[in-house]
């Protein structure tokens, strides 16, 4: 690879997004420019530079091109010539602009290294790098489309509005969405948020029909993608019909971030329920990559499918985040015991155990109703449940014949949803089968709440007993008494908490995870391992 652009020290923060993630970001207060040659050649007078490291890759599918232009002879001082860069993109107008301000980084033709800073030439070094051959250099830049059939704004479309973020910083990737919607519905919640971020968005309407794969055919003709990143069931199986009719040849990853059904009763209903992990397991045999969200995930997927081999990516969250004590739960949950507004917390109220997540069987939301309906009797507590989902009726009866005395505290998603978390004492999560590792436990996490959680996928990896309170599938009793004994001592609370922060910032970092995926695509895309 090769340092192959310098800009000027008054570089424009925007200009900083540029930057690949998986290379040092040398500052430009005190930059020292290291080229990546045999020698390791090095400018030893620090100077106000902010270098671009860009990888060199031949990649077999489309991409932008940055090309840099004829080169100096030898013995001629370079001049800074405004055609030095060219970037040809036909899609990339905001990259386009940013690297053809960045200063010329000249090469001539006995392969001098050369840096022009502030209209002075500065030789760095001769000889010709290893394994570069002369001539014009090409830096290809990866397409990445994300796909998804969103039906609100829950873990998976966490995961993809974070990489979205994230690789939008980089220099050399360039990403899109792809929103399948119903056939007359708006732009889902997490095509909204994408679109915010000044990120491509393709709203793609209808269901699984011929029409529909023909379109996606040409869609794909269309963005000429360099690879499709599925995150559910129906982008996987429309991505992977539509290439098996032999409409486009995008090479395709998926990733399984765990179930969300379970079989309930008999009929139509119940039959797509104990069909659904068996066809999901089927169509994910013919994704080029596969990802499992946690190791037990992986190993779930596996003894259901040998053939699938996923590679673990552990989802990642963005360790910085601020959140500013406005506590809206407490003050939700005093104006409804009091029945209109007050100014006043929930304090009195006694701790609040809270949950989070999509109001379907999975989650097992009931179970936690019946649990903090028995442990009010020893210890008065408060619950609060924040989703949408097609239970919210049926949840709402169990409360009212559990809890005939307080209102139902079933509270849709709200967009500030950290300031929500950090009101609560006590974090419940009791899923059953087909859990992931879910983006609100490692929220949770981040925030030091004290977790009770099930050993469903991977809450049982980064729950360990030492850091939160970790109950087996389906044990009523066990789940009953970790939330009791968390109910009663606050200092264990706080302490759990404390170790379950750190344990969530050591191994869940959102960069981390970003820069595990950036090396996927660059595997998958080299020719001579497509076909492993």
Same mark, same amino acid.
């Given at each position: 690879?090769?340092?192959?652009?310098?800009?000027?020290?008054?570089?424009?923060?925007?200009?900083?997004?540029?930057?690949?993630?998986?290379?040092?970001?040398?500052?430009?207060?005190?930059?020292?420019? &290291?080229?990546?040659?045999?020698?390791?050649?090095?400018?030893?007078?620090?100077?106000?530079?902010?270098?671009?490291?860009?990888?060199?890759?031949?990649?077999?599918?489309?991409?932008?091109?940055?090309?840099?232009?004829?080169?100096?002879?030898?013995?001629?001082?370079?001049?800074?010539?405004?055609?030095? #860069?060219?970037?040809?993109?036909?899609?990339?107008?905001?990259?386009?602009?940013?690297?053809?301000?960045?200063?010329?980084?000249?090469?001539?033709?006995?392969?001098?290294? !050369?840096?022009?800073?502030? *209209?002075?030439?500065?030789? $760095?070094?001769?000889?010709?790098?290893?394994?570069?051959?002369?001539?014009?250099?090409?830096?290809?830049?990866?397409?990445?489309?994300?796909?998804?059939?969103?039906?609100?704004?829950?873990?998976?479309?966490?995961?993809?509005?974070?990489?979205?973020?994230?690789?939008?910083?980089?220099?050399?990737?360039?990403?899109?969405?792809?929103?399948? =919607?119903?056939?007359?519905?708006?732009?889902?919640? =997490?095509?909204?948020? $994408?679109?915010?971020?000044?990120?491509?968005?393709?709203?793609?309407?209808?269901?699984?029909?011929?029409?529909?794969?023909?379109?996606?055919?040409?869609?794909?003709?269309?963005?000429?993608?360099?690879? $499709?990143?599925?995150?559910?069931?129906?982008?996987?199986?429309?991505?992977?019909?539509?290439?098996?009719?032999?409409?486009?040849?995008?090479?395709?990853?998926?990733?399984?971030?765990?179930?969300?059904?379970?079989?309930?009763? *008999?009929?139509?209903?119940?039959?797509?329920?104990?069909?659904?992990?068996?066809?999901?397991?089927?169509?994910?045999?013919?994704?080029?990559?596969?990802?499992? $969200?946690?190791?037990?995930?992986?190993?779930?997927?596996?003894?259901?499918?040998?053939?699938?081999?996923?590679? +673990?990516?552990?989802?990642?969250?963005?360790?910085? +985040?601020?959140?500013?004590?406005?506590?809206?739960?407490?003050?939700?949950?005093?104006?409804?015991?009091?029945?209109?507004?007050?100014?006043? *917390?929930?304090?009195?109220?006694?701790?609040?155990?809270?949950?989070?997540?999509?109001?379907?069987?999975?989650?097992?939301?009931?179970?936690?109703?019946?649990?903090?309906?028995?442990?009010?009797?020893?210890?008065?507590?408060?619950?609060?449940?924040? *989703?949408?989902?097609?239970?919210?009726?049926?949840?709402?009866?169990?409360?009212?014949?559990?809890?005939?005395?307080?209102?139902?505290?079933?509270?849709?998603?709200?967009?500030?949803?950290?300031?929500? =978390?950090?009101?609560?004492? =006590?974090?419940?999560?009791?899923?059953?089968?087909?859990?992931?590792?879910?983006?609100? #436990?490692?929220?949770?996490?981040?925030?030091?709440?004290? +977790?009770?959680?099930?050993?469903?996928?991977?809450?049982?990896?980064?729950?360990?007993?030492?850091?939160?309170?970790?109950?087996?599938?389906?044990?009523?009793?066990?789940?009953?008494?970790?939330?009791?004994?968390?109910?009663?001592?606050?200092?264990?609370?706080?302490? #759990?908490?404390?170790?379950?922060?750190?344990? +969530?910032?050591? !191994?869940?970092?959102?960069?981390? &995870?970003?820069?595990?995926?950036?090396?996927?695509?660059?595997?998958?895309?080299?020719?001579?391992?497509?076909?492993?």
């Amino acid at each position: 690879f090769l340092g192959s652009a310098v800009s000027r020290s008054r570089t424009r923060p925007s200009d900083h997004r540029l930057a690949p993630g998986n290379h040092r970001f040398l500052p430009s207060h005190a930059a020292t420019a &290291t080229l990546a040659r045999s020698g390791r050649a090095r400018l030893t007078r620090p100077l106000r530079l902010t270098v671009l490291a860009i990888r060199r890759r031949r990649l077999r599918y489309p991409c932008h091109t940055l090309t840099q232009l004829p080169w100096a002879r030898q013995g001629t001082a370079p001049t800074r010539q405004p055609g030095a #860069l060219a970037f040809r993109d036909r899609r990339s107008t905001a990259n386009s602009t940013a690297l053809r301000n960045f200063d010329n980084f000249l090469l001539d033709s006995t392969s001098t290294w !050369a840096v022009t800073h502030r *209209g002075r030439h500065r030789p $760095v070094a001769r000889g010709t790098p290893t394994g570069l051959p002369a001539g014009p250099l090409s830096i290809r830049m990866i397409h990445v489309v994300h796909a998804i059939s969103s039906g609100g704004f829950y873990g998976a479309e966490k995961v993809i509005l974070d990489l979205v973020l994230m690789q939008q910083r980089r220099a050399d990737l360039t990403p899109t969405l792809i929103d399948f =919607v119903d056939q007359g519905m708006d732009e889902s919640d =997490v095509g909204r948020r $994408v679109r915010a971020l000044q990120a491509r968005v393709v709203r793609f309407p209808g269901g699984v029909t011929l029409g529909s794969l023909s379109r996606y055919g040409r869609l794909m003709r269309a963005l000429r993608p360099s690879v $499709v990143h599925s995150h559910g069931y129906k982008p996987t199986f429309v991505h992977w019909f539509s290439r098996f009719l032999r409409l486009h040849s995008v090479p395709l990853v998926a990733t399984s971030h765990g179930w969300d059904t379970v079989a309930r009763g *008999g009929g139509l209903r119940g039959f797509k329920d104990r069909r659904y992990p068996g066809l999901d397991i089927w169509q994910l045999s013919w994704a080029d990559r596969v990802i499992a $969200v946690s190791t037990e995930w992986a190993a779930t997927l596996t003894e259901r499918n040998p053939r699938l081999r996923p590679r +673990v990516i552990l989802n990642g969250i963005h360790t910085d +985040v601020r959140v500013h004590g406005t506590h809206p739960l407490r003050r939700f949950l005093a104006d409804l015991a009091s029945g209109q507004p007050t100014d006043g *917390g929930a304090e009195h109220l006694g701790p609040i155990v809270g949950a989070v997540g999509r109001l379907a069987p999975m989650k097992n939301h009931a179970a936690l109703i019946e649990a903090v309906a028995r442990i009010r009797t020893e210890h008065p507590c408060r619950l609060a449940i924040i *989703g949408d989902g097609p239970l919210r009726a049926e949840l709402e009866s169990l409360w009212r014949s559990r809890m005939p005395h307080i209102e139902p505290a079933l509270i849709p998603f709200q967009a500030d949803i950290l300031e929500w =978390v950090q009101d609560m004492d =006590v974090f419940c999560m009791p899923s059953l089968e087909g859990e992931g590792l879910p983006m609100a #436990l490692l929220e949770a996490g981040l925030l030091g709440r004290a +977790v009770v959680c099930s050993d469903s996928g991977g809450m049982a990896t980064l729950i360990d007993g030492d850091n939160g309170r970790l109950v087996r599938m389906r044990d009523q009793a066990s789940l009953e008494r970790a939330l009791l004994e968390l109910m009663s001592s606050v200092g264990l609370r706080e302490r #759990l908490g404390v170790r379950l922060r750190a344990s +969530v910032l050591a !191994a869940y970092d959102v960069r981390r &995870t970003e820069a595990q995926y950036w090396d996927l695509y660059q595997d998958l895309l080299r020719p001579s391992t497509r076909a492993a």
